[in-house]
């Protein structure tokens, strides 16, 4: 990548865009001018807005926006739903317009060179109002249409930018591009504006819409390389960039252990799992994983910890009946704040909101556990690539904070076998329960194994469990057994490996 | 005619500059052919950048026509006084085409 000159020689300056700091390693260039690019609605604007009335808000940066497209009447209205306080912020003069839409019932003709000196001595004037840091040029493909001569606005354009830049402020310009992976920006807009380009995008992904930032080049300075999903959302406040946590990093690992809520099952873990396990609990239906997910929420009520669960699989009241058979007090603990569930049909919000909605629950509500139930169902609404970054972020995200967590997942075929997200997931889970149906002796009874322990020893026998009104019941080991957990081929030939740890 | 319909104008310079001059020289020429050098207000951004807020100016010359309606605009050093009253739909005066088609 360009990444001349050493990490940080350049002074940066922060865009209060969540997760934009720590994909451009602290920033903007600060004093220089960045040039955002994206096709109609990638939500350039956004950006450039955010990084604004942000700038404002936490900062104490004035801000002045120029709008070469709509008014600023326009804008306001338009960003009204992020609820920044833009009029707010405006009338305590630390936001500033300079209007520069066109006049729809003017006629314009050009007659002669021209010059930018009006545009400069506007926006410089509007920055002293407001003891301006921070300006946007939003758009500057919407400026050039209302000039005969590409090359005099360029120029002009160009003479604009180092203007700014001269100032010591720090310059954000949108422009359009008219593909996801095309040229950098219609009307060769890049060419004055060197320093750094960031691109958004929001190409269809196996039929769905799925956002993602990169930083094209920060001459100077380091940054990270590649695509990251970002979400824009009222809820959250605007634009947040998910950043590739850093999972691959070496981390201590917790040696402290929690109990997954069931004497029997923490013995098949061989006493209980890390504290900050990854714990896939996989079973065809029936077999009680929302009991296990429940059982696991329940002892860290009993732990008197946070816990957090997600359920798409039952509604919040039919997980609560169900709760109130198997598990004690997990309403009051609800009531008194200790338990949060939520219930959620997925195809309402995709994978990316969610794990904001994750990110934001870890950092408020502060979980020292996290169900979710199940990752098929998030399976069903998402594409592959989304699922696996889901799956990744998320368990980073546990990781980082020491987080205990339990997936489960179902498995389509009674017998057990092998879904695409258990080979996936079972990659970067710390601990595979797999549980079973199975027929002994002429009954269809239920069986359970642990495939996998990270780190430590685990009961390696197949077990017999019954679903009883106290909850999962572990029982003996069923002997002689074949084919229960690793299914043995027809034709009598050892059966593949498996394909999980161990 | 003359005189029954308002006519304003507004200049907008940035500095001396000879762009700046060359577009104050022809507009002058221009108003005072029509006979209402008085029609006439320049304007210089860098000395009061508030004063474009207004009109929304982002290049200099331009020259604002406020009235009579609609109003419009040129951009650019304006070299020519016959292109630039074509631009603003103004009509030279009757004595002055009549000059120009004796000359």
Known sequence: MTTAGAHGSLDRLPTGIPGFEQISHGGLPKGRSTLVVGTAGSGKTVYGAQYITAGAREHGDGGVIVTFDESPEAVVRNLDAFGWGLPELIDTGKIAFVDCSPSPDEDAVEMGDFDFHA??????????????????????????????SEGRVRRELSRVVHGLNDMGVTTVLTAERIDEYGAIARHGVEEFVSDAVVVLRNPLDEQRRRRTIEILKFRGGSHQSGEFPFTISAAEGGMSVIPLSAIELERPASTARVSLGNP??????????????????????????????????????????????????????????????????????????????MSAYPERMGLEDLLQR?????????????????????????????????????????????IAALY????????????????YVSTITDGIMLLRYAEIEGEIR????????????????????TITPNGIEVGHPIEGAHGLIVQQQRDGRPPPPPMYGE | MEGTERLALRLYVSGGTP???????????????????????????????????????????????????PSSRVIGDLSDVRALMDALGLAPPPENRADKETA
């Open chain 1, 119 to 148: 545009l400069l001595a506007r926006i410089r004037a509007a920055l002293e109002r407001v003891g301006g840091q921070r300006v946007l040029l939003d758009s500057v493909t919407a400026l050039l249409p209302q000039f005969y």
């Open chain 1, 446 to 465: 239920r069986a359970a194994a642990v495939l996998k322990m990270r780190g430590s020893k685990h009961d390696k026998r197949v077990r017999e469990y």
């Open chain 2, 19 to 69: 762009r700046s001059r060359r577009a104050i020289a022809t507009v002058r020429a221009m108003v005072e052919q029509l006979g209402r050098q008085d029609a006439v207000e320049v304007v210089d951004v860098l000395e009061t950048p508030s004063r474009a807020e207004e009109d929304r100016i982002v290049a200099t010359p331009t020259l604002v026509k406020h009235a009579p309606s």
């Open chain 1, 408 to 423: 489960t997942n179902t498995s389509s075929m009674i017998s057990g076998g092998e879904t695409i997200t258990d080979a």
């Open chain 1, 358 to 402: 994750v990110r934001r629950e870890i950092d408020s509500f502060g979980p020292r556990r996290v169900a979710i139930d199940s990752l098929t169902a998030l399976e069903r609404v998402s594409t592959r690539r989304a699922f696996r970054e889901f799956v990744v972020r998320t368990t980073s995200l546990f990781k980082e904070n020491e």
């Open chain 1, 264 to 341: 029997g099952v923490d013995e098949l873990f061989g006493g209980g799992v890390y504290r900050d396990s990854l714990i896939l609990v996989s079973g065809p239906t029936g077999t009680g994983k929302t009991l296990m997910a429940l059982s696991f929420i329940q002892a860290a009520i009993d732990a008197g910890e946070h816990a957090l669960m997600f359920s798409f699989e039952e509604s919040h009241n039919q997980l609560l009946r169900n709760a109130s058979s198997w598990t004690q007090g997990m309403e009051e603990a609800e009531r008194n704040g200790q338990v949060k569930i």
